[in-house]
């Protein structure tokens, strides 16, 4: 006993030291990552309280000290609270005051035991899921592979597997038992509500709702307490397969679903929820009590048993408009918003991190920092940068650029309107045009008489570079010893985003991509992938990110969008793949996710606090040369199609920027910082020697200024922790004296006394290694 108090006692002091600032390079504690690496360690190990107290303590926008509250331990150095995906979590809690009749089984949280049979096995007895998986945590199950209700019946050779609650597929079937129960409220409360759709979304639900009035905030209160009586209820959820003239019948009332028994399998993701299986399904909610059907709606499923099972981790976040079916010639309907989570406390952490991701929204920050904006005279999504995030995309542009000539790339520019006949040859126009700008009919010539003497031609915005490269490349002939071609150019490409998707940076109409294709023989494909996958990562790491997995996407069977030999895509797809296991990076499939044109890889980068962000993405094309009709010399003197490899680092430079800004919520790393050095006076007498100070720093290239301003010393300093800038220099008659400077961080600590010299040594040093401090 007293051998594990010591421990635990150096464990806290450790702990102390770190959460007090050991990210600060200029500190001899340690590093930002042996903290980090540290607390989860000795977090995981030790669950310790101390850690759990620290909820949301920044350290120098490096790391955050995390909440266990959740029950989480934290993946790949991201603090839990913060993390998108629950893993190992409790199960949810129990509803406070409710009672808990035998016939509604619950998932409690008290109970450490893991789900029995979680692998697949095959039935050797009939019966249904209840019969198979006991344990509470199960919340439905697979059958021969396809998702089914606990209550249904399996006959021996059938081969099943459980689902739990807090697997992505158990979290999918609570949020859309939850968006039932929010339309079953909604008639509650208003009979002539009329029913859209209900699917689970990331982190959440929506149902859309054809109301005649918008859902105020004390409406969405009334909601939620009408759905919590319904969840203490504990009305089953009971699967019923009907007959099209059935399910009219029954559904006569409800428009939007009757357009859905239609489709039968050939809605969208969101509408495959409702029809999306071979039979058409409708889900009763029957009241325990008395057995009667109280609610219905037409749906593939599977669900929970019973509505007591969502438990008390649900909440309704907001309301928005919504075109049915996602088209402007629709009706216009009301989405409501929800989140389910298993357990009180996962939402709360779900909650925590909102808040978290609104206090580093860029949109936000950059309004503070004034680093950009959106002038309503130039446009939606263009965006407009100011000097300070000017500053900022220069220095990711221009590292980018010295990465690119060391990786021996060869940089090219091309012009930012074009004949629309490029994008016939690219195959674009047929693709790709609704994502087009409309065309611009230019060059036409008439005479006096109005007629026309020369044939104008349509001109578009490039939304691709793609193409200008292809013609770069055939320019002249071309010899295998040139191979591979490495082509790359800061392409600004226009693509007509609809307005409701446009999101701040992330989701522009205007954007600059740091664009290359490579032309390689096919035998060196494999190598080529390899050397700029390592690329990718080794410069995003350069920017501050390091938590990775891969994505593949591939084509779908039968689906005419994707264009080439299957042959050839099923190569490409296997060069991928074998890459992305080399790589030792988690693979995920992306089925469907490819481009018309090829398949691909994308790194998927995690921030700060957890969110999984698209970055780089790696793609092979076979179809480009061929239309291009590519071609260079082979070693044997015959003539050869090149394959064609996009890579896109960043996506765009826009949505980097976004990305990075709120991944160190502004506090950006030294070298990306617009200022880097703010020099503070005690009094005006010391500003002549803070010049000189400053002087020095500028002459080493160092972007350095001085507060000027009437303002008193502490509100100066105030305003530059506001600011977010990396050094605040204070001066005053000792340091004058000492020919020193007193170095003062964004945490708030400080060091005085230090030597000029040394003091600009330490400053050039922090930005040349891409320090955070």
């Given at each position: 006993m007293?051998l594990?108090?010591?421990?635990?006692?150096?464990?806290?002091?450790?702990?102390?030291?770190?959460i007090?600032?050991?990210?600060?390079?200029?500190?001899?504690?340690g590093?930002?990552?042996?903290g980090?690496?540290?607390?989860?360690r000795?977090?995981?190990r030790?669950?310790?309280?101390?850690?759990?107290?620290?909820?949301?303590?920044?350290?120098?926008?490096s790391?955050?000290v995390?909440?266990?509250?959740?029950?989480?331990?934290?993946?790949?150095?991201v603090p839990?609270?913060?993390?998108?995906?629950?893993?190992?979590?409790?199960r949810?809690?129990?509803?406070?005051?409710?009672?808990?009749?035998?016939?509604?089984?619950?998932?409690?949280?008290?109970?450490s035991n893991?789900p029995?049979?979680?692998?697949?096995?095959e039935?050797?007895e009939?019966?249904?899921?209840f019969?198979?998986?006991?344990d509470?945590a199960?919340?439905?199950l697979r059958?021969?592979?396809?998702?089914?209700?606990?209550?249904?019946?399996?006959?021996?050779?059938?081969?099943?597997e459980?689902?739990?609650?807090?697997?992505?597929a158990?979290?999918?079937i609570?949020?859309?038992?939850?968006a039932?129960?929010?339309?079953?409220a909604?008639?509650?409360?208003?009979?002539?509500?009329?029913?859209?759709?209900?699917?689970?979304v990331?982190?959440?639900?929506?149902?859309?709702?054809?109301?005649?009035?918008?859902?105020?905030?004390?409406?969405?209160?009334?909601?939620?307490?009408?759905?919590?009586r319904?969840i203490?209820q504990?009305?089953?959820?009971?699967?019923?397969?009907v007959?099209?003239?059935?399910?009219?019948?029954?559904?006569a009332?409800?428009p939007?679903k009757?357009?859905?028994?239609?489709?039968?399998?050939?809605?969208?993701d969101g509408?495959?929820?409702?029809?999306?299986?071979?039979?058409?399904?409708?889900y009763?909610?029957?009241?325990?009590r008395?057995?009667?059907?109280?609610?219905?709606?037409?749906?593939r499923?599977?669900?929970l048993?019973n509505?007591r099972?969502?438990?008390n981790?649900?909440a309704?976040?907001?309301?928005?408009a919504?075109?049915?079916?996602?088209?402007?010639k629709n009706?216009q309907l009301?989405r409501?918003?929800?989140?389910a989570w298993?357990?009180?406390?996962?939402?709360r952490?779900?909650?925590?991190?909102l808040?978290?991701?609104?206090r580093r929204?860029h949109?936000k920050i950059?309004?503070?920092?004034?680093?950009?904006?959106?002038?309503?005279?130039i446009?939606?999504?263009l965006a407009?940068?100011?000097?300070?995030?000017?500053?900022?995309?220069?220095e990711i542009?221009?590292y980018?650029?010295?990465?690119?000539?060391?990786?021996d790339?060869?940089l090219?520019?091309?012009?930012?309107?074009?004949?629309?006949?490029?994008f016939t040859?690219?195959g674009?126009?047929?693709w790709?045009?609704e994502?087009?700008?409309p065309?611009?009919h230019?060059d036409?010539l008439?005479?006096?008489?109005?007629?026309?003497?020369r044939?104008g031609?349509?001109?578009?915005?490039?939304p691709?570079?793609c193409?200008?490269?292809?013609?770069?490349f055939?320019?002249?002939?071309?010899?295998?010893?040139?191979?591979p071609?490495?082509?790359?150019e800061?392409?600004?490409?226009?693509?007509y985003?609809?307005?409701?998707?446009?999101?701040?940076?992330t989701?522009?109409?205007?954007l600059?991509?740091?664009?290359?294709?490579?032309?390689?023989?096919?035998?060196?494909?494999?190598?080529?992938?390899?050397?700029?996958?390592?690329?990718?990562?080794?410069v995003l790491?350069?920017?501050g990110?390091?938590?990775?997995?891969?994505?593949?996407?591939?084509n779908?069977?039968?689906n005419?969008?994707f264009?080439g030999d299957?042959?050839?895509?099923?190569?490409a797809?296997?060069s991928?793949?074998?890459?992305?296991?080399?790589?030792g990076l988690?693979?995920?499939?992306?089925?469907?996710g490819?481009?018309?044109?090829?398949?691909?890889i994308?790194?998927q980068?995690?921030?700060?606090?957890?969110?999984?962000?698209?970055m780089s993405?790696?793609q092979?094309?076979f179809?480009?040369?061929e239309?291009?009709?590519l071609?260079?010399?082979?070693?044997d003197?015959?003539?050869?199609q090149?394959?064609m490899?996009?890579?896109?680092?960043?996506?765009?430079?826009?949505r980097?920027f976004?990305?990075?800004?709120?991944?160190?919520?502004?506090?950006?790393?030294?070298?990306l910082?617009?200022?880097?050095?703010?020099?503070?006076?005690?009094?005006?007498?010391?500003?002549?020697?803070?010049?000189?100070?400053?002087g020095?720093?500028?002459?080493?290239?160092?972007?350095?200024?001085?507060?000027?301003?009437?303002?008193r010393?502490?509100k100066?300093i105030?305003?530059?922790?506001?600011?977010?800038?990396?050094?605040?220099l204070?001066?005053?008659e000792?340091?004058?004296d000492a020919?020193?400077?007193?170095?003062r961080?964004?945490?708030?600590?400080?060091e005085?006394?230090?030597?000029?010299?040394?003091?600009?040594?330490?400053?050039?040093?922090?930005i040349a290694?891409?320090?955070?401090?």
């Amino acid at each position: 006993m007293r051998l594990e108090l010591l421990r635990t006692a150096r464990h806290r002091d450790r702990t102390r030291r770190l959460i007090r600032g050991s990210c600060n390079p200029f500190h001899s504690r340690g590093t930002a990552g042996e903290g980090a690496r540290y607390l989860r360690r000795e977090s995981i190990r030790h669950r310790c309280p101390r850690i759990r107290r620290h909820h949301f303590s920044e350290c120098r926008g490096s790391f955050s000290v995390h909440s266990l509250e959740c029950g989480q331990p934290p993946p790949r150095g991201v603090p839990a609270c913060l993390r998108n995906r629950s893993a190992d979590a409790p199960r949810a809690t129990k509803v406070e005051g409710s009672a808990e009749p035998e016939e509604c089984p619950r998932v409690s949280n008290e109970s450490s035991n893991p789900p029995q049979n979680e692998s697949s096995f095959e039935v050797t007895e009939a019966g249904t899921g209840f019969t198979h998986f006991t344990d509470r945590a199960v919340v439905a199950l697979r059958v021969n592979g396809e998702l089914r209700d606990l209550a249904t019946e399996v006959v021996p050779g059938d081969r099943i597997e459980p689902v739990l609650i807090s697997s992505p597929a158990g979290l999918d079937i609570l949020r859309h038992s939850a968006a039932h129960v929010l339309a079953q409220a909604v008639q509650q409360i208003n009979p002539e509500a009329k029913l859209g759709i209900g699917p689970p979304v990331t982190d959440g639900f929506y149902y859309d709702f054809d109301v005649t009035e918008p859902f105020t905030p004390e409406a969405m209160k009334a909601l939620e307490k009408a759905m919590d009586r319904i969840i203490r209820q504990g009305q089953r959820f009971v699967r019923r397969v009907v007959t099209e003239d059935e399910a009219r019948a029954e559904l006569a009332g409800e428009p939007y679903k009757l357009e859905l028994i239609g489709l039968k399998g050939g809605g969208s993701d969101g509408e495959s929820v409702e029809v999306g299986g071979p039979e058409l399904t409708i889900y009763d909610n029957v009241d325990p009590r008395t057995g009667d059907t109280v609610w219905r709606d037409l749906c593939r499923g599977p669900h929970l048993p019973n509505t007591r099972m969502i438990g008390n981790g649900y909440a309704l976040t907001r309301n928005a408009a919504a075109y049915w079916r996602g088209s402007e010639k629709n009706p216009q309907l009301q989405r409501v918003y929800g989140t389910a989570w298993p357990t009180k406390d996962e939402l709360r952490a779900h909650q925590a991190r909102l808040e978290e991701a609104a206090r580093r929204d860029h949109r936000k920050i950059g309004h503070e920092l004034d680093l950009f904006s959106f002038p309503d005279e130039i446009g939606s999504g263009l965006a407009v940068f100011h000097p300070k995030g000017g500053i900022i995309r220069y220095e990711i542009e221009q590292y980018m650029r010295e990465q690119l000539l060391a990786h021996d790339y060869e940089l090219v520019y091309s012009p930012h309107i074009t004949k629309g006949d490029l994008f016939t040859t690219s195959g674009h126009l047929q693709w790709y045009s609704e994502g087009m700008f409309p065309p611009m009919h230019l060059d036409e010539l008439q005479d006096e008489d109005g007629t026309i003497t020369r044939q104008g031609q349509d001109y578009y915005l490039k939304p691709m570079n793609c193409p200008f490269h292809n013609l770069i490349f055939r320019s002249r002939g071309r010899s295998y010893r040139e191979l591979p071609l490495r082509l790359a150019e800061f392409g600004t490409v226009y693509r007509y985003e609809k307005s409701g998707t446009l999101q701040g940076l992330t989701r522009v109409r205007g954007l600059t991509q740091d664009d290359a294709h490579i032309y390689v023989a096919q035998e060196d494909v494999a190598a080529e992938l390899t050397r700029n996958l390592e690329f990718v990562l080794q410069v995003l790491r350069d920017y501050g990110l390091d938590d990775f997995y891969l994505e593949l996407s591939t084509n779908e069977e039968g689906n005419p969008k994707f264009v080439g030999d299957p042959e050839q895509w099923e190569s490409a797809i296997e060069s991928l793949r074998a890459v992305a296991v080399e790589s030792g990076l988690e693979l995920v499939p992306d089925p469907g996710g490819a481009a018309f044109y090829g398949p691909k890889i994308s790194v998927q980068a995690r921030d700060a606090i957890g969110r999984t962000w698209q970055m780089s993405t790696i793609q092979l094309d076979f179809n480009q040369p061929e239309r291009f009709e590519l071609e260079y010399t082979a070693s044997d003197g015959t003539k050869k199609q090149p394959v064609m490899i996009h890579r896109a680092l960043f996506g765009s430079i826009e949505r980097f920027f976004a990305i990075l800004t709120e991944h160190y919520a502004g506090a950006f790393p030294v070298w990306l910082s617009p200022v880097q050095v703010i020099g503070i006076p005690i009094a005006d007498e010391y500003l002549p020697y803070l010049e000189g100070v400053i002087g020095e720093l500028k002459k080493s290239g160092v972007r350095a200024e001085i507060d000027y301003s009437s303002d008193r010393m502490q509100k100066k300093i105030r305003n530059a922790t506001l600011q977010k800038v990396p050094f605040q220099l204070i001066v005053g008659e000792k340091d004058r004296d000492a020919g020193a400077v007193s170095f003062r961080f964004r945490d708030g600590t400080q060091e005085n006394g230090i030597p000029v010299a040394d003091a600009v040594a330490r400053i050039r040093e922090a930005i040349a290694t891409k320090a955070q401090v």
